[in-house]
């Protein structure tokens, strides 16, 4: 289920409910316009479009997943939030102490699942997105959150923050605070258990398989970070630029690789 080429289109669906129209969508991403009966796979490799008021992604792939969503409300969250392995070790990677109010940077937000366990510790994040799909997806993720019924969702949504860009060129001068730690999630997992995130990290696999990784990622992070930088990495991975971390959190599919800026080490 691979395209030639990735393209993405706002479909003109018949149970279309959402904040903006699909010409107020499709001019603000710059996008075209599926019509109404016309095939979708024929004319792009992906649609975007409301569905519950939920700005939503789909393949369009006759066997392709179900769309997705960012929903800090979902299941896929509160199991995060509740599971103490993979948030504990996330945590404990970064030197994150539940409540201090420590500052992220997510230098590699996607999906916003690993900001959102930062920001439930308490955390100001700012997520960094360079993809304008995902950037959108999540600029409505955050846009729903924040008027969440769950207080405890509400409240950590609060915390975070987006920005549009490619963090590879982000400099420190940028910054109006020096974040805490920064943390980088460049590449997919081999294999996740849960279907929900399966689902989600598969359809992004195939958003963004174009995209060429940022050169200098973790370079240019050892210079925006105050304390530390974190990397997630697929358990049997290369280091990150070749280069070896300070310390590693290695865990059954995934590892934290942990490095201390030359001016804190
Ligand atoms: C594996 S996903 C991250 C998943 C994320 N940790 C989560 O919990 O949902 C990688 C994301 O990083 C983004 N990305 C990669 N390089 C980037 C860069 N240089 N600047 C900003 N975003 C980048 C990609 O567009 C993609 O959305």
New binding site residues.
């Given amino acids: 289920m691979t395209s030639a080429l990735v393209t993405v289109a706002v479909s003109e669906r018949p149970d279309w409910a959402g904040s903006e129209s699909p010409a107020e969508l499709a001019n603000r991403l710059g996008l075209a316009i599926v019509p109404q009966h016309t095939h979708p796979a024929a004319v792009c490799s992906f649609v975007i479009f409301y569905q519950e008021d939920r700005l939503s992604l789909q393949h369009t792939a006759p066997d392709a997943p179900g769309a997705i969503c960012v929903n800090f409300d979902d299941s896929a969250m509160a199991y995060r939030q509740s599971h103490p392995l993979q948030p504990e070790a996330l945590l404990k990677a970064a030197g994150v102490k539940q409540g201090k109010g420590q500052s992220v940077l997510?230098?590699?937000?996607?999906?916003?699942?690993?900001?959102?366990?930062f920001a439930s510790a308490g955390c100001q994040v700012v997520m960094?997105?360079?993809?304008p799909i995902?950037h959108a997806l999540l600029s409505d993720g955050l846009r729903r959150g924040i008027a969440s019924e769950n207080g405890r969702v509400a409240a950590s949504v609060a915390r975070m923050s987006l920005v549009h860009?490619?963090?590879?060129?982000?400099s420190r001068a940028s910054l109006t605070e020096q974040p805490e730690v920064v943390?980088?999630?460049?590449?997919?997992?081999e294999r996740r258990k849960s279907a929900k995130v399966k689902k989600?990290?598969f359809t992004?696999?195939l958003?963004?398989e174009e995209?060429v990784?940022?050169a200098d990622?973790l370079t240019n992070a050892l210079q925006l970070a105050h304390r530390r930088v974190v990397v997630?990495r697929p358990r049997h991975a290369d280091f990150l630029e070749g280069r070896r971390p300070s310390h590693q959190l290695i865990g059954k599919t995934s590892r934290f690789d942990v490095y201390v800026p030359p001016a804190v080490a």
Wanted: aromatic fraction near 8%; charged fraction near 20%.
């Fill in positions: 997510d230098a590699t937000a996607g999906l916003g699942q690993d900001a959102y366990i960094m997105e360079r993809s995902l860009g490619d963090s590879a060129s982000l943390y980088l999630d460049p590449m997919f997992p989600n990290m992004l696999q958003l963004l995209d990784p940022s990622l997630k």
